[in-house]
């Protein structure tokens, strides 16, 4: 039997990472290949080797720690999350699954545990879109959503691509970029922990959930064009006003997105740039990013189509153009029955309350599920905040958390049945 995780031991490590933050004045920013992230990738590798893990990072970044199995010929079992943030976020938000995996390591060595199959903490590259306005960069290259020649694609906002970046960091893309892609078999089961970002485990006062299905999530950039003109000088009936026609755009998208039958599904415009932003001056462009998630993907596409007309719709009826980029839509994860009943036993035989969840927010797991049987662990968000410096979870929530994290992984990594 495994002892239990330190809640001093896991608030070391999140407390540790913390110190990497470009805006201490608010929050916690730690932005994809930045001085801090950079700083915070080498201190994670160092509790990582601190641990005795074996540690190897692929030419996307992506960083694997390993608990050597007594059959490392078997495929191994991943756990894992991210370290990048959105801008003044909390110090919880994929830190919590980087840590909690490590403290399930610390366990191993503690208690002298062998297990078959080799056993990862993966630190996923840039699950956050902050950088180069796309998620999950490193699991996508790993389930060959994104490859090397559309790495020279995506710019970050001073125009530098994801590629150029890789360059200059060292990363050996062109030569290894094709050794990321994984396929079914490389991996046995992938089990991810991290906190809810929703309030429901805490309005149910229960310590853990198991995630039964992933949303997923689908990207637009939108620009709306009408004509520029004196505010005062423009009659209200002669008018081509970007920024109304964008407002009626909102709430028609909101309405679709709450009439949506979806088990779970959001749609958000949640940046705007309004030409020319200034108080005596109809806008005469408007450019908007749309981020929906939906768990089910028949009525995510739905909606999408949907939107797209009534929008097309509104343009037309007030005279102005519009322009809808796609940058992705992403397919849903229903999580692996057998894992999740692994995770399930684990919480009963702890004496652990559970309820199984949706996850409106995506994850790296979203990704890794294209090759691999998975599953999430999430534990509760004080207040349900996150993506804020609110951003709170006990530290013996977490700790909780890492228990059943510890033992799901260790029956995976002594399992030869198929999931
Ligand atoms: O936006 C998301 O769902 C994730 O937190 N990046
Ligand atoms: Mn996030
Ligand atoms: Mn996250």
Redesign the pocket.
Known sequence: MLSKASADSIQRQIEGMAAFNATPEYGTTRILFTKQELENRAYVKEEMRRLGLTVTEDAIGNIYATHKGTEPELAPVWTGSHIDTVPNAGNF?GMAGVVCGLEAMRLFNECGVSHKRDISVVVYTS???TRFGL?CLGSRAMSGDMLLEETKKIFDQSGRTLYDKLVELGYPVDEKYTDILKRPGDVYAAVELHIE?NNRLEKMNLPIGIVKKICA?SNYVVEVTGVQSHAGGTDMTDRRDAFAAVCEMELALEKLARECPSEYNTATIGHLEVLPNAMNVIPGKVTFTIDIRDCNWNTKQTLIEAFQSDFRRIAANRGVSISIHEDNNDAPLTCNEKIISIIEESCKNRQLGYTKLISG???DTLFVGRFAPAAMIFVPSKNGI??SPDEWTDYGQLAQGADVLAETLLKLANSEKAL
């Open positions: 938000d699950e956050e879109p998620s970002q999530p927010p995506y994850h996150s993506h």
